[in-house]
Each structure stands twice: as C-alpha cells, then as structure tokens.
C-alpha cells in the first residue's frame, strides 16, 4: 500500500497529486500546498522510501497502477499531476496509462528529456550516508544549505529542518529513510526507458526550471521536449534550486496559478 499524506483536507476545489524526487520524502510538499489552499493536495511517497523497507517491487509500472489504485479508492476521478524531478517522469508515465483522470502535468525541474541519452547507463550504484553522531550530521546539513546563497534565510530553516529529518535513528547510527535497492531500481529504470511522452491532444503542460545548477546539455533536451511537446510553457524560476517544492515553494505555486490551474470554485470533478 502507498504511503501518501494529504493537505488542506477540509478545501473541496480540484485535487493536486504530487510525486516527489529521488531520495525525498512526500513531506518535501508542505510548503508548496501552504501556498496552495483551496486546492486538494495529496502527496505520495515514492517505492521504497520513507522506511517503507518491506516493499520488494520497485517498478514504475507497479507504482502508476497503485497510485490510480488510491486515487479510485479516495473517489478521485481526475487531477493535477505535479512531479519533482524523477517525479517529473513518473506522472508522464502515468498519464500515458490513465490519460482520462489528468487535468494537466507540471514538470518541476526534470522529465523534458531521456536520461538514457545523456548519462551512462553503467554508472556507479547510489550508495547511502551513515552517519555516527548528531552534530555530524547537523553540521553536514548546515553547510549544505548554507552553500544555497540565493536561499532566504527563511527558506533555509525549512529546508534544513526537512533534510534533518531526511535521516532516521537506527542501531545507534542516523541513516538514510530510503531503500538503496530502490535508489537504484529506480534510477536504472529511468536510464532504460524514455517516459517523456509524445503529446497527441492538448495537454496542459507546465515546465518549470531552476536557474541554478543547470548544466550544457539542458538548451538542446528543452528544445527537444518542446518538438514534441509544442503546447508546453516554460518558466525558468529566478534564484531557485534543483528541490524546488520547498527550496522556492511561493514561485512555484504562482506559477501553478497562473499558467495552470482554475478558479479551486470550478467543479471539475
């Protein structure tokens, strides 16, 4: 079963679903859904994290296909798909599957481009920290955060407060919530196959960047995603990094506002 947390319960507008990146929690959307009331906003964690150790199936497929399991479940016919980075393929797949119960796709820093193409698919496995003692691990967080220049002061206390709890207690050692098999299950995965979609009707379709860290290769995967893609708006977010659901939550949902998503009063249900 998935493990997922919902916010803004009592709204009653359109409902957001939201699939967060590699190696994070669901919780990295609580800011995002502060910034979103009148929306529905469910947040699903991804296979194997979040100390869900006891799941054996990785797949995308077998993810998509429990996702829409709960969303059925919870009466939820149609909504808005959000995906932080690999998070940003994942709802593309899903569409591709359940294309009928999606209102639109925002692609949050990732899914415009096959990672097949341009990282090596016989890369090192993902290993995980483990950290002794307490102070290490605050002092690595801090010094990770504080390399963030462009980050509020503000925005920095949240995330440092979401990276700390990123780590579980466990036999005396701080460890990190996610399964490695499904690290690397995952990341194999997208490696292997292309889940950017061929749009063939029109979509609403969001595209947003971060200006930081991007690398050479990123003017030619846009340009790319957008030949197929045609319909897509591309919006490059000022000041912001890669985990843009909590390092830039206020852009992000202004963007969502603007570009994608209807007065909450609307019954699209």
Avoid at 133 to 155: F, G, H, R
Avoid at 235 to 242: A, F
């Amino acid at each position: 079963m998935l493990h997922y947390v919902q916010y803004n319960v009592e709204d009653v507008g359109p409902t957001i679903i939201a699939i967060p990146a590699l190696g994070e929690r669901k919780e990295i959307f609580e800011e995002l859904a502060k910034s979103l009331k009148g929306y529905r906003f469910l947040a699903i964690d991804l296979p194997g994290h979040n100390n869900r150790s006891f799941q054996k199936d990785f797949s995308i497929e077998t993810y998509i296909t429990e996702i829409k399991k709960l969303l059925d479940r919870l009466s939820i016919s149609k909504a808005h798909f959000v995906g932080s980075s690999i998070g940003a393929w994942i709802i593309q797949s899903y569409y591709q599957s359940y294309a009928a119960s999606v209102l639109s796709l925002t692609l949050l820093d990732g899914g415009y481009y096959f990672l097949g193409d341009y990282e090596g698919i016989e890369e090192s496995e993902i290993e995980l920290p483990i950290i002794e003692k307490l102070v290490d691990l605050k002092t690595a967080i801090k010094e990770q955060v504080d390399s963030m220049d462009m980050l509020p002061s503000s925005n920095k206390v949240i995330f440092e407060s979401y990276l700390l709890k990123n780590f579980i207690r466990k036999d005396g050692l701080y460890v990190h919530h996610s399964n490695v098999n499904a690290l690397n299950s995952l990341s194999k995965e997208m490696a292997e196959t292309n889940y950017c979609i061929q749009q063939t009707k029109e979509l609403p379709m969001l595209l947003l960047l971060a200006d930081q860290g991007k690398d050479d290769s990123e003017e030619e995967q846009l340009n790319n995603f957008l030949t197929s893609n045609p319909n897509t708006t591309v919006k490059r977010i000022s000041d912001s990094y890669h985990l843009l659901p909590i390092t830039n939550s206020n852009d992000v949902s202004k963007h969502l506002k603007t570009y994608i998503y209807t007065d909450p009063t609307d019954d699209l249900s």
